[in-house]
């Protein structure tokens, strides 16, 4: 445990696999906390298939696990980059901020690890909907990309579908409508899954709603029906004793998110009420030298590309301490030296 390594990266998705490419270019001395199988299947990175909202990423099949890869295979062919980089294939399960300023980390199998900064990249995932209880009916047509949860990477997947939103609050409502404007859907519904909608008193909500004709649709969701090739075509409704089937092909849903901020909150990192990690804009959290990038910080879209810059801000931001540190020991070893 005596080495310390300048920068620790925590999540190997699309924020931290750019993390560490930025801090080996950088000549930085990394470690990379990779994520496990448990943690890669909650990830937003697993779900992302086809992206045609950047440019380069058309073809690929899993955008981001792709490009991770890719950033690995690159850094493991240049042995300079590589000398630089240890690779953790786990979880960090712990990190605790120590009285010299250092970070330990621990990793799943209780091995502890010293990094004078941290760029936290664990992501976020959006909630799922519940159907009688459970989140597992939901899951094919995530997978095959009709429930979609990104309005800017798959809102254009509305065209010319029965589309949806799912959800009670004013979000699912807005993004109806925000749908409707962009795209004008053969018809847009709003499923409430059983809830109250919470913008009974929000007046231009209701008319947006009237006036775009959007159908809410107040019962719980009790299955969802496809055709034979497993596209979806329609939620079947709990109405009253018995039930209805209402068509949709394309569905969102508004529902949240969990944050996977559980490591910010061990340092005392400050944190939105949405789970979110507050930063300043080079993603600083209130702890210096904790940084965050991704979808974990607060206020930045939720994108591929702005996970990319935001790591790229952070390390170049590490590095400029970590050159005024050098800078200040060159001087005062030229002093001695003198
Ligand atoms: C269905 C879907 C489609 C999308 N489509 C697009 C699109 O077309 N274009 C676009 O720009 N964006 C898209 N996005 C958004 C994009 O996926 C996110 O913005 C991006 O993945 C955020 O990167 P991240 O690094 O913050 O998180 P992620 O990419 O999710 O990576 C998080 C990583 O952290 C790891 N991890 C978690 N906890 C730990 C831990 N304790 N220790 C170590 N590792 C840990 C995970 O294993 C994972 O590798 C889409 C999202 C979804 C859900």
Redesign the pocket.
Known sequence: MTEKYDIAV????????MGVLRAVLNNKKTIV????RA??R?????????????PL?FDRKR??TES?DEVFEWIDGHEYFSEKLTTIS????KVEKLADGTFKIT?ANEEEYLAKFVLL??????TQPEIQGSIKPILPF?NK?DV???I???GHKVINKISATIGHTKTAAWVAALLHERYSPPEMKIFLNGKEADWKDDAELNELIRVYKIKVIPGEILSIKANEQRDMQAFEIKDGESSIEESVEVAFPMLGQIA?N??AKQVGAEITDRGNVVTNEKGQSSVENFYV?????QGK???????WDM?VDSVDDMDAKLRKEYREQAKSEALTNK
């Open positions: 925590i999540g190997a998705g699309a924020a931290g696999s906390f990779k994520g496990s943690t890669n909650r990830s937003r990175a697993m779900w992302v298939k086809k992206v045609v909202n950047m990423m955008a981001i991770v786990e979880e960090a399960n990793d990249c664990t992501g976020i995932m959006d995530a990309g979609d949860y990104c800017r990477c798959d996977y559980e490591l990038a991704g979808d974990l910080r879209k939720y994108q591929i590309y702005t996970s790591a």
